[in-house]
């Protein structure tokens, strides 16, 4: 079924594992990212950015979303990823979204608080958690290029968990969306000492192109939800320019989604395994 974020954070939290989250850009992603969960057995979120809401719209989504999830005994969440305005946070909630994220992180300290505040106080009344952000993650996420790269402050996240009332949060601590020119960065022991003082689950962008040991560690250390995006589009993409290569003949879109779900489908169960969320559905 479709249900919020709340719950499968939480236990992820409780037990050690993190959720995985699946940016998806059509039906085709969307029954990929489940078939992976139902095979595993394990909680989902699917995920869209602001410029998959403009290419698909919010209320297209949801209804691919809801159709599916309705199918399967897995807990399926849908969530805005980088939800950035206020406005568009509100339209996912009312359109049928399941979580939200509100990317205050470009804003100052003071001004990520308030807008962040502001969706919470909207999404308390409709029962649907909120992630924020705070510290900046590093690349291009969506169409925005991250300027500087900063990692989360501790005692700042702790007073903004406090002060927003946010369900989850996401923290810098070297990844950066896309994939990594070198070999990524990462501060470690920062996730645990956050974890130390912040209550919420916190949340680990960039993943795409991080090492296996690099994301077992960070959950082990105390991400709750790790996001995937880049390797989807290319695993499907790549799976796509390879049929057509060994079949020029091929038009039917039929036979380019199922070869593109196939690859998708097999990326995200790697990943699953790699969160630990696997069996706990
Ligand atoms: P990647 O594109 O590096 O997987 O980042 C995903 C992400 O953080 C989506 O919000
Ligand atoms: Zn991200
Ligand atoms: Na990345």
Same mark, same amino acid.
């Given at each position: 079924?479709?249900?919020?974020?709340? #719950?499968? &954070? &939480?236990? =992820?939290?409780?037990?050690?594992?993190?959720?995985?989250?699946?940016?998806?850009?059509? !039906?085709?992603?969307?029954?990929?990212?489940?078939?992976?969960?139902?095979?595993? $057995?394990?909680?989902?979120? &699917?995920?869209?950015?602001?410029?998959?809401?403009?290419?698909?719209? /919010?209320?297209?989504?949801?209804?691919?979303?809801?159709?599916?999830?309705?199918?399967?005994?897995? +807990?399926?969440?849908?969530?805005?990823?980088?939800?950035?305005?206020?406005? &568009?946070?509100?339209?996912?909630?009312? =359109?049928?979204?399941?979580s939200v994220m509100?990317?205050?992180?470009?804003?100052?300290?003071? $001004?990520?608080?308030?807008?962040? #505040?502001?969706?919470?106080?909207? =999404? $308390? =009344?409709?029962?649907?958690p909120v992630e924020a952000e705070?510290?900046?993650?590093?690349?291009?996420?969506?169409?925005?290029?991250?300027?500087?790269?900063?990692?989360?402050? +501790?005692?700042?996240?702790?007073?903004?968990?406090?002060?927003?009332?946010v369900s989850s949060l996401a923290?810098?601590?070297?990844?950066?969306?896309?994939?990594?020119?070198?070999?990524?960065?990462?501060?470690? +022991? *920062?996730?645990?000492?956050?974890?130390? @003082?912040?209550?919420?689950?916190?949340v /680990?962008?960039?993943?795409?192109?991080?090492? %296996? %040991?690099? @994301? *077992?560690?960070?959950?082990? *250390?105390?991400?709750?939800?790790?996001?995937?995006?880049?390797?989807? *589009?290319?695993?499907?993409?790549?799976?796509?320019?390879?049929?057509?290569?060994?079949?020029?003949?091929?038009?039917? +879109?039929? #036979?380019?989604? @199922?070869?593109?779900?196939?690859?998708?489908?097999?990326?995200?169960?790697?990943? !699953? #395994?790699?969160?630990?969320?696997?069996?706990?559905?």
């Amino acid at each position: 079924p479709l249900v919020t974020s709340e #719950k499968m &954070l &939480l236990d =992820a939290k409780k037990d050690g594992y993190a959720v995985g989250a699946f940016n998806v850009e059509n !039906m085709e992603m969307v029954k990929a990212v489940i078939a992976a969960a139902e095979e595993l $057995n394990a909680p989902v979120m &699917l995920q869209t950015t602001p410029s998959t809401v403009k290419y698909g719209t /919010l209320e297209t989504f949801a209804g691919i979303v809801k159709a599916e999830a309705a199918k399967t005994k897995i +807990p399926v969440c849908l969530h805005l990823d980088h939800g950035n305005s206020f406005e &568009l946070a509100v339209q996912a909630m009312k =359109a049928g979204y399941t979580s939200v994220m509100i990317d205050g992180s470009h804003e100052d300290f003071e $001004n990520n608080i308030a807008v962040t #505040k502001k969706v919470v106080d909207v =999404a $308390n =009344a409709f029962g649907i958690p909120v992630e924020a952000e705070l510290g900046k993650v590093g690349g291009k996420e969506d169409d925005l290029e991250a300027d500087t790269d900063t990692n989360t402050d +501790p005692q700042e996240a702790k007073e903004f968990v406090e002060r927003t009332g946010v369900s989850s949060l996401a923290v810098a601590i070297g990844t950066a969306h896309g994939f990594y020119v070198g070999t990524p960065v990462l501060d470690k +022991p *920062r996730v645990s000492a956050i974890k130390e @003082v912040v209550d919420v689950p916190l949340v /680990l962008h960039g993943a795409s192109g991080l090492s %296996e %040991e690099d @994301v *077992r560690e960070c959950v082990e *250390r105390g991400m709750c939800k790790v996001n995937f995006a880049t390797e989807l *589009r290319v695993a499907y993409t790549d799976a796509v320019k390879k049929l057509l290569e060994e079949k020029p003949e091929t038009f039917d +879109p039929k #036979k380019l989604g @199922v070869v593109a779900m196939e690859a998708v489908k097999e990326q995200v169960i790697a990943r !699953m #395994k790699m969160c630990g969320c696997d069996g706990k559905a």
